[in-house]
């Protein structure tokens, strides 16, 4: 099945057939960058885009149990 004929049927599936998709799509990509693949050119650029604006900042940021803390915490 061509990339062609797999993106035409994506419509025709309901929303759960989607999820499924999606997240095996996911999981395929987690393995692939897990097993050595290398950022593309676009992900590099936005990586290193983010680093140089990190570093102009100055800033240390937030430590992760303080920034998990805060996304559980109920909103108020």
Not at 46 to 62: F, N, P, R, S
Request: aromatic letters at 4%; glycine letters at 4%; a negative charge.
């Amino acid at each position: 099945m061509s990339n062609a004929e797999i993106l035409a049927e994506l419509p025709k599936l309901t929303s759960d057939e989607r999820d499924v998709v999606f997240h095996k799509l996911c999981e395929l990509q987690e393995q692939e960058l897990l097993h050595g693949a290398a950022p593309s050119q676009s992900e590099r650029a936005i990586l290193d885009q983010a680093l140089a604006e990190y570093q102009k900042d100055g800033k240390v940021g937030t430590p992760w149990r303080e920034s998990l803390q805060r996304i559980r915490r109920p909103s108020q």
